[in-house]
Nanobody, 121 residues
Framework: QVQLVESGGGAVQAGGSLRLSCQAS????????MGWYRQGPGKQRESVAV???????NYEESVKGRFTISRDNAKSTVHLQMNSLKPDDTAVYYC???????????????WGKGTLVTVSS
């Protein structure tokens, strides 16, 4: 069974840093894009940062210059380094990946269970 397992969430004061990690496990032929989404209290889920297999990156406007996404293809892992955290960054952060199982039916979008990030002022 393919899973995305997140780690690294927690509570931090404003201005602090956290590093989230997500590892894909299971029988996967390849991973296309990987990314992080978040859903804050009373808000819709939004894209935070996405990195393609070719290394192209997109960031949500409010995190540019503060967050850095990276991936280790050999370990099927994506990381999100979050610096200068603000209370508005408080959310459940979800890992997302477009997976090719190599079975001929295209890409399957898969989500992790989420990890909570709480930033206090």
């Amino acid at each position: 069974q393919v899973q995305l397992v997140e780690s690294g969430g927690g509570a931090v004061q404003a201005g602090g840093s956290l590093r989230l990690s997500c590892q894909a496990s299971g029988s996967i032929a390849s991973i296309k894009s990987m990314g992080w989404y978040r859903q804050g209290p009373g808000k819709q889920r939004e894209s935070v940062a996405v990195i393609t297999s070719g290394g192209s990156i997109n960031y949500e406007e409010s995190v540019k210059g503060r967050f850095t996404i990276s991936r280790d293809n050999a370990k099927s892992t994506v990381h999100l380094q979050m610096n200068s955290l603000k209370p508005d960054d408080t959310a459940v952060y979800y890992c997302n990946a477009d997976l090719d199982y190599g079975l001929g039916f295209g890409l399957v979008t898969t989500w992790g269970k989420g990890t909570l990030v709480t930033v206090s002022s």
